[in-house]
Nanobody, 124 residues
Framework: QVQLVESGGGLVQAGGSLRLSCAAS????????KGWFRQAPGKEREFVAG????????YYAESVKGRFTISRDNAKNTVYLQMNSLKPEDTAVYYC?????????????????WGQGTQVTVFS
């Protein structure tokens, strides 16, 4: 059973930055696509960013494009989400997800493996 553990969430002022990390328990999982999703209170879970197995292709939701950057270090079994110019509307629980495909997807149902989530709160 693959386990994903997120870290790096916290409280930050608008305009600030945070970097989220997601560590995978299985070394064999380094060759699969990863994604970040988020869910704000009272809202549906939404796609934030995705990255293919090699890290050569990345995908972003329009709302975060230009502000967030997804990357991965397969040697460390870790995927990152660098979040800059944060806004109060970025406040949510952020989840890391993984799928046994080379390419990332943008729908939650495409990912069978999920982390427990990390809270990001942006205040103005």
């Amino acid at each position: 059973q693959v386990q994903l553990v997120e870290s790096g969430g916290g409280l930050v002022q608008a305009g600030g930055s945070l970097r989220l990390s997601c560590a995978a328990s299985e070394r064999t999982f380094s060759g699969v696509a990863k994604g970040w999703f988020r869910q704000a209170p009272g809202k549906e879970r939404e796609f934030v960013a995705g990255i293919n197995w090699s890290g050569t292709s990345t995908y972003y939701a329009e709302s975060v494009k230009g502000r967030f950057t997804i990357s991965r270090d397969n040697a460390k079994n870790t995927v990152y989400l660098q979040m800059n110019s944060l806004k109060p509307e970025d406040t949510a629980v952020y989840y890391c997800a993984a799928r046994a495909r080379s390419q990332a997807g943008s729908e939650g149902y495409e990912y069978p493996y999920w982390g427990q989530g990390t809270q990001v709160t942006v205040f103005s």
